[in-house]
């Protein structure tokens, strides 16, 4: 499901590099310190979740190196 990240995210992630044209893998933290690792985020907006994770709180995202 995909999910339009808080301007906050937004913000953050278009400061970080790309993992391939258009997209960043992202390891996002949620609320209950539950973790989804690998999550592909589109042109800095767009979460591609797991339809249970879709309506949690994120507390953190942090781009995937390499």
């Known amino acids: 499901m995909r999910v339009t990240l808080e301007k906050k995210w937004r913000v953050r992630l278009v400061q970080q590099p790309e993992s391939g044209m258009g997209c ?9 310190d539950r973790t989804v690792r690998d999550v592909l985020v589109f ?10 994770f879709a309506r949690l709180p994120i507390t953190d995202i942090v ?4």
């Open 24 to 32: 960043q893998r992202v390891d996002i933290r949620f609320a209950g």
């Open 43 to 52: 042109n800095a907006q767009e979460a591609e979740l797991p339809e249970e």
């Open 63 to 66: 781009v995937r190196r390499g």
